[in-house]
T-cell receptor, first 115, second 110 residues
Framework: GAVVSQHPSRVICKSGTSVKIECRSL??????MFWYRQFPKQSLMLMAT?????????EQGVEKDKFLINHASLTLSTLTVTSAHPEDSSFYIC???????????FGSGTRLTVV | QQPVQSPQAVILREGEDAVINCSSS?????VHWYRQKHGEAPVFLMI?????EQKGHEKISASFNEKKQQSSLYLTASQLSYSGTYFC???????????FGTGTKLQVIP
């Protein structure tokens, strides 16, 4: 089945620093990937749609200059949280579809803690 | 608009049944269902593509009523492994981005 690998799984960073999260489709090509954020006991909220070779599309209220998305190849999308603050602490998850079966495959998620 | 799920939470004893509902204020053309265990990413359960379609996955099945803009997930003879938070998801837009429902936390106890 389709596999999406996400790294790192956990990261703790100091306030003001930047963190990069990688999302790779291992056995399929993903022209489109999605980035979600999930706060404790809440649903997943879509942040942006990442498209290979073009600019990402951000959801309303998501700062594109703070959450930089790069989709440089058909198998890799990265999310960089710039100048992180404690309120950015959350569970970040990427997802993609292989086109087989219709559903979306999720990465294992990255738990970001900003101190 | 985020789909609304009901109930918000439910506790079952092993072997009992449950129904989780998902209602959307927008027209639905397909519905996804996912299960997320604590601290993990969601796992895809099934997709329903046509109005009235019902699908099954082990003892978990779902129905889709596009006229009512609703979908329901049925869990029969629940097992401990069914515990988790269930989300419906509604794709939209050209890239079929999925908007997740409010979630239903299901706990199965011995």
């Amino acid at each position: 089945g389709a596999v999406v690998s996400q790294h790192p799984s956990r990261v703790i960073c100091k306030s003001g620093t930047s963190v990069k999260i990688e999302c790779r489709s291992l056995d399929f090509q993903a022209t489109t990937m999605f980035w979600y954020r999930q706060f404790p006991k809440q649903s997943l909220m879509l942040m942006a749609t990442s498209n290979e070779g073009s600019k990402a599309t951000y959801e309303q209220g998501v700062e594109k200059d703070k959450f930089l998305i790069n989709h440089a190849s058909l198998t890799l999308s990265t999310l960089t949280v710039t100048s992180a603050h404690p309120e950015d602490s959350s569970f970040y998850i990427c997802s993609a579809t292989s086109g087989q079966g219709g559903g979306y495959t999720f990465g294992s998620g990255t738990r970001l803690t900003v101190v | 608009q985020q789909p609304v799920q009901s109930p918000q939470a439910v506790i079952l004893r092993e072997g009992e049944d449950a129904v989780i509902n998902c209602s959307s204020s927008k027209a639905l053309y397909s519905v996804h269902w996912y299960r997320q265990k604590h601290g993990e990413a969601p796992v895809f359960l099934m997709i329903l593509l046509k109005g009235g379609e019902q699908k099954g996955h082990e003892k978990i099945s779902a129905s889709f009523n596009e006229k009512k803009q609703q979908s329901s997930l049925y869990l029969t003879a629940s097992q401990l492994s069914y515990s988790g938070t269930y989300f419906c998801g509604t794709p939209s837009g050209g890239y079929q981005k999925v908007t997740f429902g409010t979630g239903t936390k299901l706990q199965v106890i011995p």
